[in-house]
């Protein structure tokens, strides 16, 4: 990958200096303009080992602030009540005294169900005929005669 930004950039480089313009240059060889420059910048800064491909991950992630003990009930309680969703839950977890909020809940509902840890009733592939009313027909929960 670096030689081959290498490469453009020298051909970049030498149309320049046949008096072609950077922007028709750039649309010569397909890169855009920026990122030449960007590549440019980064060359003369770093060296050829600065052309390679470089990670985008944040450098900074937020941690999880979950306690083991909120993990532990969210998981009882959704085993308990298994078509129960994170609204219900979070109910009953405030009522059992841990103070969190719903996003959160549902955070650990969904990890839950990503590594199959829980079943869940939406695994299922069936859909009750409330929630299937109350997105296909909105209008009818306003006028309940028509």
Same mark, same amino acid.
């Given at each position: #990958?670096?030689?081959? &930004?290498?490469?453009? /950039?020298?051909? +970049?480089?030498?149309?320049?200096?046949? *008096?072609? =313009?950077? @922007?028709?240059?750039?649309?010569l060889l397909g890169?855009? &303009?920026?990122?030449?420059?960007? +590549?440019?910048?980064?060359? $003369?800064?770093? *060296?050829?080992?600065g052309l390679e491909?470089?990670?985008?991950? !944040?450098?900074?992630?937020?941690?999880?602030?979950?306690? !083991? %003990?909120?993990?532990?009930?969210?998981?009882?309680? &959704?085993?308990? @009540? !298994?078509?129960?969703?994170? $609204?219900?839950? +979070?109910?009953?977890?405030?009522?059992? *005294? @841990?103070?969190?909020?719903?996003?959160?809940?549902?955070?650990?509902? =969904?990890? @839950?169900?990503? &590594?199959? %840890?829980?079943? =869940?009733? /939406?695994?299922?592939?069936?859909?009750?005929?409330? *929630? =299937?009313f109350r997105f296909?027909?909105?209008?009818? #929960?306003? +006028?309940?005669?028509?």
């Open positions: #990958m670096a030689k081959e &930004r290498l490469r453009v /950039l020298k051909l +970049w480089d030498a149309l320049r200096k046949k *008096g072609t =313009s950077s @922007f028709e240059a750039a649309g890169v855009p &303009r920026s990122t030449l420059y960007r +590549w440019k910048k980064r060359l $003369e800064e770093e *060296g050829p080992r491909s470089k990670s985008r991950r !944040p450098k900074r992630v937020r941690e999880k602030t979950w306690s !083991p %003990e909120l993990i532990l009930a969210i998981k009882e309680l &959704r085993e308990m @009540f !298994p078509a129960w969703g994170k $609204e219900k839950i +979070w109910v009953l977890l405030r009522k059992l *005294g @841990f103070e969190t909020y719903l996003s959160t809940c549902g955070r650990i509902i =969904s990890g @839950f169900i990503k &590594r199959l %840890e829980i079943r =869940s009733s /939406l695994l299922k592939g069936t859909k009750g005929k409330r *929630g =299937s296909r027909r909105p209008w009818a #929960m306003r +006028w309940p005669g028509v």
